[in-house]
């Protein structure tokens, strides 16, 4: 049985003076799917992402997660803490230290355990009295990640999570942010350029072009996935033909 998490339906999003950046967009998420969104710079990825994560309601249309609304004027707490995001850059309070980073929340306490059980998770365990610019980029991102699910989310929004990474690093938070997300029982929403991130991670990719969905392309595969599968090869080609025939 499946249950439907995040309900999104953008007839139209159009920034103040602007043109119109997204038009009719249908996007439902399964607890427990991992979904990326793939396009050209300036398609409207983040704009999406930003609608999902409840920061943007200014559109025409409506965003549900869990049947309840989104949006900064209307959201409860609960919502709130119900989503966690991750962009490119760790976005990190630099006079803050690390355990102080992961948890807060605007409230001047904050749950140590939880914290360094956290840290633990994301590889940096003892690092709770460090600053951030002490870390390396991937272990910022790492702190930004375990950020992202100290609420206990139930959907993770990641836009571009690893583009600043050295490949190595992202090898392996790839792999650890899939880990963290089935663990966590948390669903994945992923924007990335990278069409070979995209099929290895998701269960579905959806090509976005010009604010709309041009194309969606369902990833079969079993997990664990080997990078190396000529399945995914395949895959990734047929969604490279894709994104050639939008441009
Ligand atoms: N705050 C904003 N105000 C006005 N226009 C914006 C704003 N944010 C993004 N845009 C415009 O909306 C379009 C989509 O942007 P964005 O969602 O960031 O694309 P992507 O993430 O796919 O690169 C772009 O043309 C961008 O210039
Ligand atoms: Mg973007």
Not at 7 to 28: F, N
Not at 135 to 161: C, F, K, N, W
Request: hydrophobic share 45%.
């Amino acid at each position: 049985m499946t249950t439907l998490l995040l309900d999104l339906h953008v007839r139209r999003k159009a920034y103040p003076g602007g043109r119109t950046v997204l038009t009719d967009i249908r996007l439902q998420l399964q607890a427990g799917e991992v979904v990326s969104l793939v396009g050209a710079s300036g398609c409207g990825k983040s704009t999406l992402l930003r609608i999902a994560a409840g920061l943007d309601d200014i559109f025409e249309g409506h965003a549900l997660l869990e049947g309840k609304p989104l949006g900064l004027r209307r959201v409860s707490r609960a919502t709130v803490s119900a989503v966690g995001v991750v962009f490119q850059e760790p976005r990190l309070f630099p006079w803050l230290d690390v355990a102080a980073n992961i948890g807060f929340d605007g409230s001047a306490e904050y749950d140590a355990k939880r914290v360094s059980a956290l840290l633990d998770e994301v590889g940096l365990a003892g690092y709770e009295r460090a600053l951030p610019k002490q870390l390396s980029g991937g272990q910022a991102q790492r702190v930004a990640i375990a950020r992202a699910l100290y609420t206990g989310p139930r959907l993770l929004l990641l836009d571009e999570p690893f583009s600043a990474l050295d490949a190595f690093t992202r090898v392996r938070l790839q792999d650890l942010v899939l880990e963290l997300a089935q663990r966590h029982g948390a669903s994945l929403l992923v924007v990335t350029h990278e069409l070979e991130e995209a099929v290895l991670l998701s269960d579905r990719v959806l090509l976005l072009d010009e604010g709309h969905i041009a194309r969606e392309l369902t990833v079969p595969l079993a997990r664990p996935r080997s990078r190396d599968d000529s399945a995914l090869t395949r895959l990734r080609r047929e969604l490279h033909g894709a994104l050639k025939q939008a441009a």
